[in-house]
């Protein structure tokens, strides 16, 4: 069981330029998580999603920001436009199933936006 | 909505002293509630939950009691050692659901 993984570890963009992560869940897990992680604001939920589909978007911001989950072996985080404030570690966790408590998280990208 | 406060950092410890981190939390759930610890490069690792109030999580020589009248889950741990160096995070997590609320985390150094 290699945990759930994240490419890239670390990314830099231009300001402007569109960034996209992307996390592979531990297999067999059927909920994949998002969540970013700064110093301000600590580690704030953006979305999840339960089989693929959507579930909670809450925490995602009402632009630039977008989550996708093709199939049951990854999901994708993409920031368009960049800005400095996107700069963070954005991390994907996994449970077994929705209702699992227990949550797996990856290492996380660490994105710089310069 | 939810929220957790946790003991501001950071802590200094020396090897062998007692550890105590508080949280307390606000949510309108019967939420379960965690600790994760995270070290430098990795992501955060489930130190124990605890589903229940009035029931205790322990692991690692880590523990805390679940109190739903003080809404409190303060991480304890009698001797620390160099290795608990890390960042700990206690957690809020609603019924049936894997998403959670986070403390702003706690920065533990043990200096030997």
């Known amino acids: 069981n290699a945990g759930v993984i994240q490419t890239p570890r670390h990314k830099v963009t231009g300001k402007g330029q569109e960034a996209t992560l992307w996390c592979e869940p531990i297999?067999?897990?059927?909920?994949v998580f998002w969540y970013r992680q700064t110093i301000v604001q600590g580690l704030e939920f953006l979305t999840y999603f339960r089989n693929q589909a959507p579930i909670d978007d809450s925490g995602m911001p009402k632009e630039r920001f977008s989550a996708q989950m093709p199939n049951q072996s990854h999901s994708t985080l993409k920031i368009q436009s960049t800005q400095p404030q996107d700069s963070a570690v954005y991390l994907c966790?996994?449970?077994?199933?929705?209702?699992?408590?227990?949550?797996?998280f990856g290492k996380g990208t660490r994105l710089t936006v310069v | 909505g939810d929220s957790v406060t946790q003991t501001e950092g950071p802590v200094t410890l020396s090897e062998g002293t007692s550890l105590t981190v508080n949280c307390s939390y606000e949510?309108?759930?019967?939420?379960?509630l965690f600790w994760y610890v995270q070290y430098p490069g990795e992501g955060p690792q489930l130190l124990f939950k605890v589903p229940k109030a009035n029931e205790k999580g322990s692991n690692r020589g880590f523990e805390a009691t679940y109190n739903k009248e003080a809404t409190s889950f303060h991480l304890q741990k009698a001797s620390v050692q160099e290795s608990d160096s890390a960042v700990y995070y206690c957690a809020l997590g609603g019924t049936n659901t894997g998403k959670l609320t986070f403390g702003d985390g706690t920065v533990l150094t043990v200096k030997p």
């Open positions: 966790a996994s449970s077994l199933t929705s209702t699992d408590t227990e949550v797996f």
């Open positions: 297999s067999g897990h059927s909920a």
């Open positions: 949510t309108k759930q019967y939420p379960t």
